[in-house]
T-cell receptor, first 114, second 110 residues
């Protein structure tokens, strides 16, 4: 089954404690991205990756890092989390092509930073 | 840079067709219309997309006007499980970023 898997689904952490949210896809997609969703602000892109070792900033990259060492994985790293990073996070991968560019999303990670 | 306009919310009776409008008056010739939905904080789910012809799949139908400035997503027989936020997005081939607006909150009532 085609899927994007995020872990953990829920996380409560303290300010300043480094954390990583993992994302893995089994569809051999080249493009992957991270979004955060906040009430009233919708889904905003944090970082994206066009392929292995190719990453770039989205609209709200401050406070986040990513890496893409292999095609299937795209972890989101918060080196020093702060309360304003409390949010719902989604990882997505995109099937690309001339005609069909359908995005697949993970089930989300609800992060609370206290 | 909102490219689409959708109503904030709409109600629909279970078993009836739900028609969701979307305006995209500035759409370019190489931009497709995509629809996604998000059920209560789950990850957004792809529904359908089209360029200029009407499209149908197992989930919905997409009707695009001849001038391509607006479209309608049709859920033929809405069920309670169709209650979700529906997003209309325009995007060109090769443009992989999805820009979600506020979408339409659809509530299907029994």
């Amino acid at each position: 089954e085609a899927q994007v898997t995020q872990n953990p689904r829920y996380l409560i952490t303290v300010t300043g404690k480094k954390l990583t949210v993992t994302c893995s896809q089994n569809m051999n997609h080249e493009y992957m991205s991270w979004y955060r969703q906040d009430p009233g602000l919708g889904l905003r892109q944090i970082y994206y990756s066009m392929n292995v070792e190719v990453t770039d900033k989205g609209d709200v990259p401050e406070g986040y890092k990513v890496s893409r060492k292999e095609k299937r994985n795209f972890p989101l790293i918060l080196e020093s989390p702060s309360p304003n990073q409390t949010s719902l996070y989604f990882c997505a991968s995109l099937r690309t092509g001339v005609w069909n560019t359908e995005a697949f999303f993970g089930q989300g990670t609800r992060l609370t930073v206290v | 840079d909102a490219k689409t306009t959708q109503p904030t919310s709409m109600d629909c009776a279970e078993g009836r067709a739900a028609n969701l409008p979307c305006n995209h008056s500035t759409i370019s010739g190489n931009e497709y219309v995509y629809w996604y939905r998000q059920i209560h904080s789950q990850g957004p789910q792809y529904i359908i997309h089209g360029l200029k012809n009407n499209e149908t799949n197992e989930m919905a139908s997409l009707i695009i006007t001849e001038d391509r400035k607006s479209s309608t997503l049709i859920l033929p027989h809405a069920t309670l499980r169709d209650t979700a936020v529906y997003y209309c997005i325009v995007r060109a081939t090769g443009d992989y970023k999805l820009s979600f607006g506020a979408g339409t909150t659809v509530t299907v009532r029994a």
